[in-house]
Structure formats: C-alpha cells, structure tokens
C-alpha cells in the first residue's frame, strides 16, 4: 500500500484546496443540497452525555484526565449557555478500559441513563467491542481515540471520532520527516492489539513511500510487564526504533529500553503514548535527551502557544511542564485529551445545526455531524485547524514531533494537514439510519 495525496471529501463539499484555505470559523457547516437545519430545541431539560471512561484498568491515567478535561470544557459550555439554551449533563460509568464491559457501558448509557449521545472512549480494543451496541441501539458514539477504526468504514454510521485525528493520518504524515532526518532502517516496537497494528499496518507503507524500510515488527502483549527480553529482537542495523508503547508499565519499557542500550543507541522516535502521564524528567529516562516523540498537543507551554491554547491549558488545569496545577508529579496525557474538549464543542455545533431536542432526532444529529467540513483555531479547537471528512466520520488534523531537549519537549515540526490526507476507503454515509 502506497502512500496517498488525496482525500474524498462529501460529494456535495468544497475541493481540499478550499478546505485547507477556506475553513469556516468553528461553527462552519456545509451547505450541502438536501441538508436543512433544524428547528431550535424547546425543551429545558439537560442534555445529557454518557462519558464511556477509562477510570480503572490499563487506561486508567487517561481515563483521570479525560475525565478532567471533561468537566472544564461542559463548564466552559454551559457557562456561555449550554447547547441550544439547555446545559449539558456528565453521566459517567467506568468501563474497565475492558472491550466486555465497555459494550456494557453503552448499553447502560443508552437505555438506562438515557442519554443522548456517549462519548470519550481512548482504547481501540474497547471501541471496536462498543461500536455494534451503538450502532444496534442508534446512539450517536463519539470516540477519542486516534484508532483507524472508525476511518476505516468498519463500524458503523452511528461512530465518529471528529475531535482527534487518527493513526493512518498521524504515520503518514510523519513518516518523511522520520526518513529524511533520523535515518532509513526502522525497527517498529508496538503494542499487540488493533491500535498496535494501525501502526504496524500504516507507518509500514508510509516509510517505504519516504524511501526508508521498516526491517522489523516486535509486537508486545498489552498486559506485560516488563520487556528486556523483546529488547535482543532489534536488528543490529537498526537506524531507527520506533516505539509505541500504553498502559502502567511505560516507565518501565523506556527505563528498561535505556538500560539495554546504554549510550550506544539507534535514533529513538516513539509516539508519547509511551510516556503519556509520566514525567520526562524521572530517574532513569536521561538516555531519552535528544530522541523524538510525536505529540498531537504540546506537553509543555511553547514560545509560540496562541492565545486560545494559554486559555485552554489554564482551564484544564495543566502547568508550562504539563502537570496538574500545584501538582508536579501528577502528569498529564496531554497528547490525548484535548480532543475530548475539541469532541464536546463538535457534539455542540452538531446539536446546535440539528435543533436537537432529544433522542428522536438522533438520525438528524448524525446528518449534522456528517455535513461538517471543518474547524479553524481557537477556544473551540485551541490544538489547531482541522479538516472533517463527512464520508469517514474522521477529523484530520496537524501532527507536532518534539524533541527532548534539558528534560523538556520542544516542537521541532508541525506537518501540515496535507500531509496526513489518504483516499478514503469507506462512505458511512450510504448506510441506512
């Protein structure tokens, strides 16, 4: 599979070029033939939004701070009147970061609680078992989670992720940069599950496009717990690891990986996953000086932070180093969780074009969703301007890789929305609601 140019947006939208120049502030919706808006809601009542989150398990760090970006962007909203005049309501169950429960979770938010819509969902594992329960039930399910799943057309016309991009986006976009400046022989090392694979299965193809290889593929079991044994599979030519690692046993994949190398070490570009929620500085991790990560948002404050990202930093509660104010041990997953803040003023555009007044106008919310094309840059979306791609449901963005420099991460290249673009694969669209 080759590297792709080009994107199919909706038939009835603007060209890419008119996307890219073009994108509306962050209330654009098309104006697609055969779309109307709806009439704005009546009802008082709150909206209510079943959060789907990953408070215990393997996810649990996100799951913390997913939630806290949650509650500052529903106060955000509901302080400048909620969504159509009604204020939004957080009902929150914990799915374990399990796919079992996780389909369980949203079935109970669906017929239990009532909800309108469910949200927030990181795990892929998770998402792929929750998705049918949407899709069966007819709940709007809006994921953050970077998996090529949704994109992928596999799920169904009830999924979307519009407030981060995904991982075929992110390896494509990246991968010519990665060849160009760290060098051509690449060994990946990946989690062994489906958002492991997206990056197998993507950045693959992608490097090969840029004129590197990726000369070996080390998967690791998700629950494991320590990984020099993995370490003596990465081919003595190596020129490049790649390394993508989640869950509670990240400190100790990266100690472990400085540990088997010493000073001796190929160049290091890893997807901060595997150091989300933990700090950069900790004993151990002084070998990572120098090495790569992609961010999809900073850790750390940047010289040229705009103003809607000070604001948003300042809401959810991080400090310049990316830690909870007043709490410097307590790390955020910075990289993630602006797209729950970004996913929540999406759901809010959607149900504000729709007049959404409760789960009868489901079908109608979808359709709202789908005519998005865009977003531009500020307090709704401080992360940057984005394209959306009604036909996949996916929102395709600007990828940041940073460089670890004096125990801090600095951008050292932002891509271009371009450059994550790829033909679409799938059309939700023509699937009945």
Not at 172 to 191: C, D, E, R
Not at 342 to 357: F, S
Request: aromatic share 10%; net charge negative; glycine share 10%.
């Amino acid at each position: 599979m080759t590297k792709k140019s080009s994107i199919i947006l909706p038939s009835t939208s603007i060209s890419r070029r008119s996307a890219l120049k073009g994108i509306a502030a962050a209330g654009t919706f098309a104006a697609a033939p055969g779309f109307v808006r709806y009439a704005q809601a009546q009802s008082s009542a709150p909206i209510k939004i079943g959060f789907q989150a990953h408070k215990t398990g393997i996810g649990a760090a996100y799951g913390r701070w997913y939630e806290r970006t949650t509650t500052a962007a529903v106060k955000a909203i509901n302080a400048a009147g909620g969504i159509n005049g009604r204020p939004i309501e957080i009902i929150t169950e914990d799915d374990g970061t399990d796919p079992k429960r996780g389909a369980e979770v949203v079935a109970k938010l669906a017929t239990q609680h009532q909800c309108d819509v469910v949200y927030g969902t990181l795990f892929s594992h998770v998402v792929v078992a929750s998705a049918p329960v949407a899709g069966e039930l007819k709940i709007p399910y809006f994921v953050v989670s970077e998996g090529y799943h949704v994109a992928s057309g596999k799920l169904n016309r009830y999924c979307f992720q519009p407030g981060i991009t995904d991982v075929r986006s992110q390896v494509t976009a990246m991968a010519p940069w990665v060849s160009g400046n760290l060098g051509k022989k690449v060994t990946m090392i990946f989690p062994d599950y489906a958002f492991g694979h997206d990056h197998r299965d993507y950045f693959t193809p992608a490097i090969k496009a840029a004129g590197g290889e990726v000369i070996a593929q080390i998967p690791i079991p998700p629950t494991e717990s320590s990984f020099t044994k993995y370490f003596p599979q990465i081919p003595a030519e190596t020129e490049v690891l790649y390394h993508v690692m989640v869950g509670p046993a990240v400190l100790t994949f990266v100690k472990e990986l400085g540990e088997f190398y010493g000073s001796n070490k190929p160049q290091l570009f890893g997807f901060i996953d595997s150091l989300e929620a933990v700090d950069i500085n900790s004993p151990g991790l002084e070998f990572l000086d120098g090495s790569h990560f992609w961010e999809g948002c900073p850790r750390y404050t940047q010289a040229n932070d705009s103003e809607a990202m000070k604001a948003y930093r300042a809401a959810v509660g991080i400090d310049d180093n990316g830690a909870a104010v007043g709490d410097p041990k307590d790390v955020s997953t910075a990289a993630h969780m602006f797209g729950c803040w970004e996913t929540l003023y999406v759901i809010k555009q959607a149900m504000e074009a729709a007049g959404y007044q409760g789960p009868a106008d489901r079908a109608k919310l979808v359709e709202a969703t789908e005519a998005i094309q865009g977003f531009e840059e500020g307090p709704e979306h401080p992360q940057g301007d984005k394209v959306f791609d009604g036909k996949l449901h996916q929102v395709y963005g600007h990828q940041n890789i940073s460089k670890v420099e004096g125990g801090k991460l600095k951008v050292v290249h932002r891509t271009e929305i371009k450059d994550g673009m790829y033909e679409a694969e799938g059309d939700y669209t023509q699937q009945a609601l």
